[in-house]
């Protein structure tokens, strides 16, 4: 695990190092998914299978969220995020 620490801009921004946006494959565009977890940050990248992960997040946190699909998956983030 890699792990640098960052200083938040004034508009809220942060700046990935070069080496882990390789590592991770995040490019300019490349959506990306932001989730609160107590009190951390997580940034994961978002996937065309992002609905079996959110899946396995739900039951690992005891959260009751069902996904049959990246359809459906692609609905409910439309609603959150808008």
Do not use: C, W
């Not at 938040?8 to 882990?20: F, R, S, W």
């Not at 997040?57 to 983030?77: P, T, V, W």
């Amino acid at each position: 695990m890699n792990m640098i620490e960052v200083i938040i801009g004034d508009n809220g921004e942060i700046i990935i190092p070069d080496t882990m946006r390789k590592n991770l494959d995040f490019f300019p565009g490349k959506k990306i998914i932001l989730y609160e977890e107590d009190d951390s940050l997580h940034i994961i990248p978002s996937e065309r299978k992002a609905s079996s992960r959110f899946s396995q997040f739900a039951h690992e946190h005891n959260r009751i969220l069902k996904i049959d699909s990246d359809s459906d998956y692609d609905e409910m983030l439309h609603e959150r995020v808008g």
